[in-house]
């Protein structure tokens, strides 16, 4: 924009910019435009955290708005918190209004959008087209899931002049695809949610190993405008069912084509914390038992939203009938969701590279202890190791790289044969450390130059199978399965750097009675981050990282598994962190190996080291 148009942008957003209304926690209550107070300017795109809990209001376009004032009160009313977009449409020709569909999709811009004439367009008598630019950094599509999509973003957005007094007043008749916004109205105007669907049973592994498998649950994030009744958009996402990328490896309870009822215009809990959900007429094909399928699906997904305070869901059919009630008591019995005891102990590497434990209550004064067996009696020395889920088996990585072994962790015996060999030369090669999933099977990556792999170990033991990760470009450093057993999370290095890619399991049907494993939809989840040196999942759906921007120092933070990086909190700093290990149960501290030794975060605290001399901290998992 030439500077005639920033300096009427600028008068344009004093004049009428949005307002704030300050509502405390009662955000609720902000019902209608304050009529009387002080307005405050709002620049787009430049408000901190703590104004998250402030309502910001749009301004309808004045009479004698300029076409670079429609545009920017257009955009600056798509930060604020109006349902619909009610105002922004007022810039908007009727027709234009009844075509854009905002719901459709948001691009999230590193700022506001900038705003630049199109001075061949523009000579053109009551018409006007400005491009909006701007360093794109994600999209979130129709199904509120958000990827992140880095790139330079350039929209056309067209004017024209009405007729009317004095030349008539200016609408935009070409508005952009959806909302258009800068990171932080996005992080002040939606918030994450996970709604939650059944993993789907692995193929190929027999009807024995598949028994238990079909009732976890799998996060799925989204995104919500968090003050514009956010409970029902949630209710609503997870009726409609999984998001895309994720469908292929869950199920959902749901039946086709069910959906809220017609006239359930938003719900709301009663005083005893019940959620009556009305269904349409698909709703009614429900039988008890996936009813409460469905209802725990819903329990689960919306103590993700704070805000809801539901205890007790009530589906309905589309007379009004009840079909099925289920309490948080006997939602974890439908649906097994988090891990209800925290794991016993945290493991690491000592000085002598034997397998030692910890208690998990970071507040415990009982120092490391050797694990039972040989990978506590020093026999067998290793580089790193991992503990299965149950606490029972680990699998240790000898001290050069090329041979992994497995053994029990509760009871004494001698020490068999590698399960494992690699061809590695170096030892900076050979295997990574190994990471069991929730069924009790073990991955790891060989990271042979000439040979590199990833290998899947039923139960630990037997021939591998090789996973195939045909989106792959680059070698497999590390892995690490959720408990979920859907998703995986990969470092991959290419040409000196290493990033995190998150993918999905995928089984089929092989030969010899093996699962045919494939992991797809591979999605590079920290993009901000130059190189990434160590990562472990940190609950159902977000990983804790460390790693460096570019140009940067070291930093810790977490990202979701969708590559949304929104914490709500900060980690303490720490020195020259090399490993990191969180449990999926968030109640658990991190672990890390860094230039102090082996240390550990307690909730509220700083880091406290545990011993100066040790490696490859590890939760079950």
Not at 323 to 349: M, N, S, W
Request: aromatic fraction near 4%; proline fraction near 7%.
């Amino acid at each position: 924009m030439g500077g005639e148009g920033q300096l009427r942008g600028r008068a344009r957003r004093l004049r009428a910019g949005l307002v704030l209304a300050a509502c405390g926690t009662l955000i609720a209550g902000c019902a209608s435009m304050p009529d009387e107070g002080n307005m405050k300017k709002v620049e787009a795109s430049q408000r901190p955290d703590s104004q998250s809990q402030v309502r910001v209001y749009a301004m309808p376009p004045p009479e004698d708005a300029g076409a670079v004032d429609i545009v920017q009160g257009f955009l600056e009313a798509l930060t604020s918190d109006d349902p619909d977009f009610a105002i922004a449409r007022k810039y908007l020709t009727k027709e234009a209004s009844k075509n854009w569909h905002p719901e459709r999709s948001t691009t999230v811009l590193a700022d506001g959008p900038n705003t630049v004439a199109d001075n061949v367009a523009n000579s053109n008598e009551g018409e006007r087209t400005y491009s909006l630019t701007g360093r794109r950094l994600a999209t979130v599509n129709a199904q509120r899931a958000y990827r992140p999509d880095s790139g330079t973003f350039k929209q056309a957005i067209h004017l024209t002049q009405q007729k009317g007094p004095n030349g008539g007043a200016w609408r935009i008749d070409g508005p952009p695809a959806g909302v258009v916004l800068g990171e932080s109205d996005f992080e002040r105007n939606y918030q994450a949610v996970n709604k939650y669907y059944f993993a789907s049973p692995p193929k190929g592994l027999g009807p024995a190993r598949q028994v238990g498998t079909q009732q976890g649950l799998v996060a799925d994030p989204i995104y919500v405008r968090q003050r514009i009744d956010p409970l029902t958009e949630t209710v609503e996402a997870l009726l409609e069912g999984p998001s895309n990328r994720l469908d292929p490896a869950v199920r959902t309870a749901v039946p086709m084509g069910a959906r809220l009822a017609p006239d359930a215009k938003s719900l709301t809990p009663d005083d005893k914390n019940k959620l009556v959900v009305p269904l349409n007429g698909r709703g009614d094909s429900l039988a008890h038992e996936q009813c409460t399928q469905v209802a725990a699906q819903l329990l689960f997904t919306l103590q993700d939203l704070p805000s809801s305070g539901v205890e007790q869901v009530e589906l309905q059919g589309r007379d009004g009938s009840p079909l099925c009630v289920l309490g948080k008591d006997r939602a974890e019995t439908i649906a097994p969701h988090r891990t209800a005891d925290l794991p016993a102990y945290q493991y690491f590497v000592d000085d002598r590279r034997r397998l030692v434990r910890m208690p998990g209550n970071a507040g415990s004064d009982a120092g490391p202890e050797p694990v039972t067996g040989p990978f506590g009696d020093g026999e067998q020395p290793l580089r790193s190791a991992a503990v299965s889920r149950d606490e029972e088996e680990a699998a240790g990585v000898s001290l050069d790289g090329r041979r992994l072994f497995t053994s029990s962790v509760v009871s004494k015996g001698p020490l068999g044969e590698p399960e494992l060999r690699s061809r590695a030369k170096s030892e900076k090669d050979g295997f990574s450390t190994p990471s069991w999933d929730g069924r009790g099977d073990l991955w790891v990556a060989d990271r042979d130059p000439q040979r590199p792999r990833l290998l899947w170990l039923a139960a630990g033991t037997g021939d591998p199978v090789q996973v195939r990760v045909p989106d792959l470009d680059g070698r497999i450093e590390a892995v690490r399965v959720a408990a979920d057993g859907v998703r995986v999370a990969l470092l991959v290095r290419k040409d000196g750097k290493t990033s995190l890619r998150i993918g999905l399991i995928e089984w089929a049907d092989g030969k010899g009675g093996q699962p045919d494993i494939s992991v797809v939809e591979l999605l590079e989840a920290a993009p901000q981050m130059e190189e990434v040196t160590a990562m472990s999942w940190a609950g159902v759906s977000r990983l804790v990282v460390v790693g460096r921007e570019s140009g940067g120092v070291q930093q810790m933070r977490y990202v979701q598994c969708d590559g949304s990086a929104r914490t709500g909190a900060t980690l303490p700093g720490l020195t020259g962190v090399k490993e990191i290990a969180a449990s999926e149960d968030e109640r658990q501290p991190l672990v890390a190996h860094s230039d102090d030794g082996i240390v550990r975060l307690p909730s509220g605290a700083q880091w406290q080291t545990v011993v100066k001399e040790g490696r490859t901290p590890v939760y079950p998992g």
